[in-house]
DNA sequence: TCTGGGGTCCTTTTCCTT
DNA sequence: TCTGAAGGAAAAGGACCC
């Protein structure tokens, strides 16, 4: 008989794990890997390509007693979390607790370079893999040969050990009827362990988790159900209905009544085309619209040709062009401009965003500027496409001069 | 000294057209 | 010509995730 067999695959440590590998002297000290400004990387050696990275002695690692700016923390280490510093803590404030720990630069190329090789071992394996962001995934192993053996955990024990052959990294997978049981199974036996759930394993193993533990309850919903007395899945499975669309409203009161029963028919998809492309940076300061009318509009106009250039690399274009503001309140403000045909031009894409920002308020301070695209079609497919001349007054907007 | 950056998806509001 | 309903697209905001 085929069960429909799914797994979830999560990378343990991610990053921490990868810059273990090339810097294994580090094991066991705290280390935190930080919401990168370049200061931190000009302060680590790595320009001396004279010695080799696991050379390079402890002592000369930057400390985050040393850092000064905004960030914050992406992944810390065993050893710094006994300091309680944490994901998405503010680096100063982790700095008092733990002055002594290590400060990396997070390396996106490197965790980049490390999730294509783990996911291409899997695919070798099982072609039908989804791609969660750089250290998930979920895999289909239904059809897969031996998939089905002791439930998938036989494949799942594979797959594990092909990665750390390769790699040296571990990783936790969560074996189940559908993603969102797989997704909370791979939780169950961490770090590198195998967890196979059941049909029959919903309410002995997954009623009595946190609803929070549903992938898509975030804070907000759990929150809300916690004001209904609803604490776990158990307690939302047993609530009726009718009763969550009302509260939760149509599509997410009936999810949310699927989520408790573990149900979940979405299919393992293998290849997607991105909706959006965006740039934003965060200031070292707060800058005032009107003070720091320079500043900006170079910033402006860097994101702008970022953006385009990405879009460029990876061949789309995109015609609904938008900005972000975060005022130094975190209050967050989005405008957005369609344009009548496709591109992936920086001065087009700037001439729009100045149009979009121009709409939006701006006698707060400014703490982050973002350029987003979105409406993306294929390069290639808008060429197909007939285009319209832009008007007189979409080239008249620009707001900031052009440096 | 709080609180990054890059996304997706959903809901509500607003605006335009019929 | 005015008004209102209905529906769609675009815009804005928010929740959530890695």
Redesign the pocket.
């Known amino acids: 008989m085929t069960l429909r067999r799914i797994a979830h695959l999560d990378m343990d440590a991610f990053y921490a794990s990868v810059e273990l590998l090339r810097y294994p002297q580090l094991k066991g000290l705290p280390v935190v890997i930080g919401?990168?400004r370049r200061k931190i990387d000009e302060d680590l050696m790595l320009g001396d390509t004279s010695r080799a990275l696991h050379d390079i002695p402890v002592s000369e690692f930057p400390l985050l007693r040393d850092y000064?700016g905004?960030?914050?923390i992406?992944t810390a280490t065993y050893a710094a979390r006994q300091f309680g510093v944490g994901?998405?803590m503010?680096?100063?404030?982790a700095?008092?607790l733990c002055p002594q720990a290590v400060l990396l630069p997070?390396d996106f190329a490197q965790y980049r370079h490390y999730s294509q090789r783990f996911k291409s071992i899997i695919t070798d394996i099982a072609p039908l893999m989804e791609n969660?962001?750089?250290?998930?995934v979920y895999i289909d192993f239904t059809e897969v040969p031996g998939g089905q053996r002791e439930a998938g955990r036989v494949l799942a024990r594979l797959i594990q050990k092909a990665i750390f052959e390769d790699t040296g990294l571990t990783c936790s997978v969560g074996v189940a009827p559908n993603k969102l049981l797989a997704?909370m199974a791979s939780e169950f036996n961490k770090p590198n362990g195998i967890s196979i759930v059941m049909e029959e394993d919903l309410q002995p193993k997954v009623w009595p988790l946190a609803c929070r533990k549903?992938?898509?309850?975030?804070?907000?919903?759990?929150a809300k159900l916690k004001s209904h007395g609803i604490e776990t899945i158990g307690q939302l499975a047993a609530r009726n209905p009718a009763w969550l669309v009302q509260t939760f409203?149509?599509?997410?009161g009936a999810w949310l009544h699927d989520a408790a029963w573990g149900r979940d028919n979405r299919p393992v998809v293998t290849e997607?085309?991105?909706?959006?492309?965006?740039?934003?940076?965060?200031f070292d300061r707060d800058l005032d619209a009107v003070r720091d009318r320079a500043e900006l509009g170079a910033v402006f106009t860097r994101l702008c040709e970022?953006v385009a250039a990405?879009l460029q690399r990876k061949g789309y274009v995109g015609r609904?062009i938008?900005i972000k503001l975060?005022y130094a309140?975190?209050?967050?403000?989005?405008?957005?401009?369609?344009l009548t045909s496709y591109t992936a031009d920086a001065p087009a894409i700037r001439r729009a965003a100045g149009l979009?920002l121009k709409?939006a308020p701006l006698q707060k301070r400014l703490?982050?500027l973002?350029v987003?695209v979105?409406?993306l079609l294929r390069a290639e497919d808008a060429k197909l496409l007939p285009t319209e001349p832009e008007t007189a007054h979409d080239r008249n907007a620009l707001l900031f001069p052009d440096d």
Do not use: C, W, Y
Not at 90 to 93: E, I, P, S
């Open positions: 919401g990168g000064t905004r960030g914050v992406t994901s998405a503010g680096l100063m404030k700095a008092k997070v969660r962001g750089v250290d998930e997704k549903i992938n898509g309850i975030g804070p907000k919903a759990d409203g149509n599509k997410t997607s085309e991105p909706v959006s492309m965006s740039r934003e940076t965060t970022q990405d609904t938008g975060r309140d975190f209050q967050i403000a989005t405008r957005d401009h369609s979009s709409r703490r982050l973002g987003r979105g409406s």
